[in-house]
């Protein structure tokens, strides 16, 4: 089991941008698929982009796409979440999860991840 924690959150501008860090314990980082999700106040957690074991493959959610780009670098155990072009409607607490297995299906679902870590406020001024 991978124990993550997550790190970049904070207040910043509308048009203005942030990079979320995810990282993991262990020595399996590597064999987990990895996810970012988000939950504004007052609504469920949204899916914001999946990654695969080596980074080779990624599938982000239509409302960040061009926006946000997902990443990682398994020698550091972590994955990012470069946030570019923020406005008011990104404001969320940012988590990041991992997965067993590579699919775009079901990807959006929270129940298909583990390993959740504590979160990361991010918040969008306009």
């Known amino acids: 089991q991978v124990q993550l924690a997550e790190s970049g959150g904070g207040l910043v501008q509308a048009g203005g941008s942030l990079r979320l860090s995810c990282e993991g314990t262990?020595?399996?980082?590597?064999?987990?698929?990895m996810g970012w999700f988000r939950q504004p106040p007052g609504k469920e957690r949204q899916f914001v982009a999946t990654?695969?074991?080596?980074?080779?493959?990624?599938y982000v959610a239509d409302s960040v796409k061009g926006r946000f780009a997902i990443s990682r670098d398994n020698a550091k155990n972590t994955m990012y979440l470069q946030m570019n072009n923020l406005n008011a409607e990104d404001t969320a607490v940012y988590y990041c999860?991992?997965?067993?297995?590579?699919?775009?299906?079901?990807?959006?679902?929270?129940?298909?991840?583990?390993?959740w870590g504590q979160g990361t406020q991010v918040t969008v001024s306009s």
């Open positions: 999860a991992t997965r067993s297995v590579w699919s775009t299906n079901n990807a959006i679902d929270p129940k298909e991840y583990a390993n």
């Open positions: 262990g020595r399996t980082f590597s064999s987990y698929v």
């Open positions: 990654i695969s074991w080596n980074g080779g493959s990624t």
